[in-house]
Each structure stands twice: as structure tokens, then as C-alpha cells.
């Protein structure tokens, strides 16, 4: 009896200080104040491109282009997302004319959320000095400003991959940590038909994956049906529109489709590390020169991004790295064999580019500080 007690004691006792709640001050990270000023800047650049960009629902070009019509009432089809749909109508019902102006304002606030995150991801696999030039580094990139002036649900898809990511990384092989990285996927994917492509590496880097299959699969199979009845035959969540798959170019039947092939499969690597034409492609009605000035350097700073990134990848990275790594090298491997690579769905993995030139960065700056390593005494 006395152990028994002595062991509920322990227990309570346990119990009592876990209830104890950290102050307000303690849960903040200890760069808050350099990380405020980060997501402030963040939140000011996003909300002056929001509200000086003069352009409504239908001036927009590109993937928007087609979302026009269900925004408006149309039945959704099976190669848009329903979930991003709903947002763009309920925006449409609450400020009309100026809808675009809101969804842009809303990305923004999205994207400064992102800022943070990556911080957070950036500190859980190297230092806060890094975890700081992550930040501002994505505070700052012009790609992901210009994504919130365009109707394409990429902005919101990149906030899903960047919470999962975190969740992973935090909860390991925890059954309730992967159950919510799962539905948190799942959601992704209503809302960006092109995250589909990360879940085998997610369901790769994942601690419990039935678990986590289980918690996708609760919101990806009612689409699925939907739009499986809709169609008239099986389609996995998305028609092949969406993610403008292709799967007839491995149907190689004479020696010219294997030129064809390896053709598509260079111009698609080639486009990772091209600058493209920018972000945003304004209507003739649009004439906002800081729109297209931002997007024509937002599209040279990618290829800066993209390649120190690149660097910093080959440099740096590390099997602690996996639940960031993998997802990313096989969605962007999957775009290259059954898709096409543009500068509009590549943008779900240009987070990765930052944190490897954020890494890269920090390297840099350590080795000017301290100067070479001192080479060996020789024997």
C-alpha cells in the first residue's frame, strides 16, 4: 500500500506540473523580436501589392482563367479544387466587385503565416541564425508575393506542405501527430489538386503510415466518389486536367517517340532552373508597372534561389533533413515524368531552394567570421 501511494503521489505531482502554464513570454521563440519584425515586413509588402493591384476576378490570365465560370455558380468540375472554389465564392458574396482584392489580401495574410513557418522548420533542423535567414529570405521572395496577386491556389497549398512538414519533423512516430499531418494533407489537396504529387513522399517520411493514409484518405475519397460519378468511370480525385498529366509520352512504340520522350523530359528539367516569364501575366487592361517589374525580378531571383539552393543541397544536406527532402525531390520528380514544369506549380517546391540557401548563407557568413579552417601541420 505504501509504494501505491507513494506512486499516485508521484503521479499527481507529475500531473500538477504539467498542468502548470508557461507564461505568454516563455512559448515565444527566442528570436521573436527579430522574427516580428520579419513577418511585419512580410505582411506590409504583401498588403501594398493586395491593394495597389487594380485587377478583378475576370482580368485574370493563366490557371485563373478557368475557374471563372464556378466562381461565378457553375457546377465545379473534376479538375478544379472544390475547397478553393468555395473560398473564391464566398469572397465573390461578401465583396463583389472587389472579390480579387480580398482573395489577394487573404493570400497575403497566408503567406505571412508560411514566413513563420518556415523559421520554425528552419530551426528544427539547423540554428535560429538560419532559422532567422530562412525567414527572411522567404519574407522577402518576390515569387511568393506575386503568387497572392493570381487566382491560382498555390499560395494556400504551400501554408498545407509547410505544416505537414512541421508536424512530421516534430511528432516522428507519434499516432496522433501523423493522423493530424494526414488530414492536414488531405485538406491540402482540396484546396490544390497539385499536392497529390507529395503524398507518396510524405507517406515516405511519415512515422505512422497507416495512420496517416487513413487520416488522407477520410477527405480525399468523398471527392473522389464525387467525382468518380461525375465522370462516369474511376478517377483518382483529380481528371488528368489538373494536373495536366500525360501519361501517353512512356507509350514508346517507335525509336522517334523515344526522341519525343527524352525531349519533354530536358525541357522539363530545363524549366526548374529557368527564370520563366514571371509570376503574375497581366491583361492589356492592366498597366501597373511595379507589377510587372516585381514579376520580372522575382523571376531572375528564382534562378539565384534556385541555384544557391542547389549548392546548399548538395553541401549540406543530411538524413535528418529526409522529412523535408523527399517529398519535394519526388514531387518534383513526378512533375518531370508525367507533367509539365512551370513556374506556377514548381512554386510548391521552391521552399525548399530557400532553406538550402538559407543554410548555404549562414555558412558563408560563419566562414568570413572566423576565417579558414587552418590547414594541417605536415608531419
Known sequence: MGKSSRGRKRRQQEKQGQKQKRTFREMLPPDWDILAVILLLALVLRMWFAISYDATLYDQAGEGVRYIGQIRGESVDSASPSLYILFLRICLGIFGHGAAKAAFVMKGIIGTVSAALIY???????????????????????????????????????????????????????????????AVLGLGILVDPYILLFVPG??????????????????????????????????????????????????IRELKDFYHLADRLYINVSMLFSRGAGWVEPSSSMTSENIRNSSTLGAYLYML??????VGLLRYHSREHRVLL???????????????????????????????????????????RRGPDPAPKPE
Open 120 to 182: 520554425y522548420i528552419a530551426r528544427e533542423m539547423s540554428d535560429r541564425t538560419t532559422a532567422v535567414i530562412a525567414a527572411a529570405i522567404s519574407a522577402l521572395y518576390v515569387n511568393y508575393i506575386m503568387a497572392s496577386l493570381a487566382l491560382s491556389p498555390r499560395v494556400p497549398g504551400i501554408l498545407a506542405i509547410l505544416i505537414v512538414t512541421l508536424i512530421l519533423i516534430r511528432t516522428k512516430e507519434g499516432k496522433r501527430g501523423n493522423a493530424l499531418a494526414g
Open 202 to 251: 510524405f507517406l515516405l517520411v511519415s512515422g505512422k503510415k497507416k495512420i496517416f493514409l487513413g487520416a488522407l484518405l477520410v477527405f480525399v475519397l468523398p471527392l473522389t466518389m464525387r467525382n468518380s460519378m461525375r465522370e462516369g468511370i474511376l478517377v483518382p480525385v483529380y481528371s488528368a486536367e489538373a494536373l495536366e498529366l500525360d501519361l501517353s509520352r512512356w507509350m
Open 305 to 310: 534561389t534556385a541555384l544557391s539552393g542547389l
Open 326 to 368: 523527399y517529398p519535394v525531390l519526388i514531387y518534383l520528380g513526378l512533375l518531370v515524368l508525367f507533367s509539365t514544369c512551370r513556374n506556377t506549380n514548381r512554386l510548391l517546391a521552391e521552399h525548399l531552394a530557400i532553406f538550402y540557401s538559407a543554410f548555404l548563407l549562414m555558412r558563408i557568413i560563419r566562414y568570413f
